[in-house]
């Protein structure tokens, strides 16, 4: 499973001309189920990018993560980041779960981002989004779990 999370001051999704999401200081995230990915990888994720110190402590270092500040996610989900690119000019995306999957496992991971954190807004799977953002730093990291990183 695969997050892009940048770290911004305020981002927000637009769908047909209505804010469905949006947030000030925090995490916006892109995530992508990939093929063989379960509850597993993406609890993994969550467990990773909840933790993931990316916000300057009191020094300017990097060490506090959107859990220690209390700020927002917005979770946006985005089955493009899983293109494979290695031949030619235009992706596949092969490595992509299958619609069915990676909104089950979208939702799952929103599900499981509330239990554990409460301030998460979310795009819309499957819709025709608009995402503006900006970007604080920049900071912008890309994250994965494979299946055969998670302990079983």
Do not use: H, I
């Given at each position: 499973m695969i997050g892009l999370l940048q770290r911004v001051s305020q981002a927000s999704v637009t769908v047909d001309g209505v804010s469905i999401g949006a947030i000030e200081t925090g995490l916006m995230v892109l995530v992508c189920a990939e093929k063989g990915d379960t509850e597993r990888e993406a609890d993994a994720l969550l467990t990773k990018l909840l933790g993931?110190?990316?916000?300057?402590?009191?020094?300017?270092?990097?060490?506090?993560?959107?859990?220690?500040?209390?700020?927002?996610?917005?979770?946006?989900?985005?089955?493009?980041?899983?293109?494979?690119?290695?031949?030619g000019t235009r992706p596949s995306f092969s490595p992509a779960a299958s619609p069915e999957d990676g909104r089950r496992l979208f939702d799952y991971f929103v599900r499981r981002a509330c239990e554990r954190h409460g301030k998460v807004e979310t795009g819309q799977f499957g819709a025709d989004m608009k995402v503006a953002l900006v970007n604080d730093g920049p900071v912008t990291i890309w994250l994965r779990v494979d299946p055969v990183d998670v302990k079983r």
């Open positions: 993931y110190r990316v916000f300057s402590d009191e020094s300017g270092k990097m060490n506090r993560s959107v859990t220690d500040l209390g700020a927002a996610l917005l979770l946006v989900p985005q089955f493009t980041l899983a293109a494979d690119t290695r031949s």
